[in-house]
């Protein structure tokens, strides 16, 4: 079993930064993939960013590339997202994941363990 807190959303003006945190705690979380996903309302929920944890591959959606970096610090067990020149249209809660590292994927369906979710909120 692998418990997942995401931290670090708020609300923030157009062009603002953000880090979201998410930290890791249960099973060996080197053998994870760890991903972000984000919900609007009305929207399906859909791919941000992914990292490998044990070569620290990334992967992200074309909507946030050069904008998002994904990054994990192996001695906290934390993967953070952070955020910057963010849009209207980033508004969304933010989901973090953790799967099996050989499932590594832009699909939700690749990830077994889900945070709560925070909220990011960006005004125009």
């Known amino acids: 079993q692998v418990q997942l807190v995401e931290s670090g959303g708020g609300l923030v003006q157009a062009g603002g930064s953000l880090r979201l945190s998410c930290a890791a705690s249960g099973r060996t979380i080197s053998n994870y993939g760890m991903g972000w996903f984000r919900q609007a309302p009305g929207k399906e929920r859909e791919f941000v960013a992914r990292?490998?944890?044990?070569?620290?591959?990334?992967d992200y959606a074309d909507s946030v590339k050069g904008r998002f970096t994904i990054s994990r610090d192996n001695a906290q067990n934390t993967v953070y997202l952070q955020m910057n020149s963010l849009k209207p249209e980033d508004t969304a809660v933010y989901y973090c994941?953790?799967?099996?590292?050989?499932?590594?994927?832009?699909?939700?369906?690749?990830?077994?363990?889900w945070g709560q979710g925070t909220q990011v909120t960006v005004s125009s």
């Open positions: 994941a953790a799967g099996p590292m050989w499932r590594s994927s832009a699909s939700a369906q690749a990830y077994d363990y």
């Open positions: 990292i490998r944890w044990n070569d620290g591959f990334t």
